[in-house]
């Protein structure tokens, strides 16, 4: 088992002393200092906060960011307001998006007819790849 460092000296001296409120306790054996470690809960990579949040900022919705990355769109609500995200005011385009592998992305890419008349922003998403694209709203 891989004990941890003590908080108070950093050493690696480390023992087992009993369990409190469920928790194992150490003891540092250089220092004498006794300590819990805190449970670390589920922690979420940061790649899939940046990623969530980049979609938000192009307009994609929560349950779709939800449905894209796998995360829930509570957690992406709680990051937006963590990370004061605001979106920008937009009423003339509108972005689509599109997931693509590689060989469908190098396609999409060699028919210069889809490269005309919107602007578009590649993103990578785990082994995929999401292009993003601004078209204006038809009047």
Request: hydrophobic residues 35%; positive net charge; charged residues 25%.
């Given at each position: 088992?891989?004990?941890?460092?003590?908080?108070?000296?950093?050493?690696?001296?480390?023992?087992?002393?009993?369990?409190?409120?469920?928790?194992q306790?150490?003891?540092?054996k250089?220092?004498?200092?006794?300590?819990?470690?805190e449970?670390?809960g589920?922690?979420?990579?940061?790649?899939?906060?940046?990623?969530?949040?980049?979609?938000?900022?192009?307009?994609?919705?929560?349950?779709?960011?939800?449905?894209?990355?796998?995360?829930?769109?509570?957690s992406v609500?709680?990051?937006?307001?963590?990370?004061?995200?605001?979106?920008?005011k937009?009423?003339l385009?509108?972005?689509?998006?599109?997931?693509?592998?590689?060989k469908?992305?190098?396609?999409?890419?060699?028919?210069?007819?889809?490269l005309?008349?919107?602007?578009?922003?590649?993103t990578?998403?785990?082994?995929?790849f999401?292009?993003?694209k601004?078209e204006?709203?038809?009047?």
């Amino acid at each position: 088992m891989n004990l941890p460092n003590c908080p108070q000296c950093d050493s690696n001296n480390i023992s087992r002393n009993g369990i409190i409120k469920e928790r194992q306790r150490f003891k540092c054996k250089d220092c004498g200092y006794n300590f819990t470690v805190e449970k670390m809960g589920k922690s979420i990579e940061s790649y899939y906060v940046i990623k969530a949040l980049q979609l938000y900022i192009e307009g994609v919705s929560y349950r779709e960011i939800e449905r894209l990355l796998g995360v829930s769109h509570v957690s992406v609500m709680n990051w937006v307001k963590k990370y004061q995200v605001k979106i920008p005011k937009q009423t003339l385009y509108h972005p689509t998006y599109k997931v693509m592998n590689h060989k469908e992305l190098a396609e999409f890419y060699a028919n210069r007819e889809n490269l005309k008349g919107a602007g578009m922003v590649v993103t990578e998403l785990g082994d995929k790849f999401m292009l993003i694209k601004w078209e204006r709203f038809k009047k």
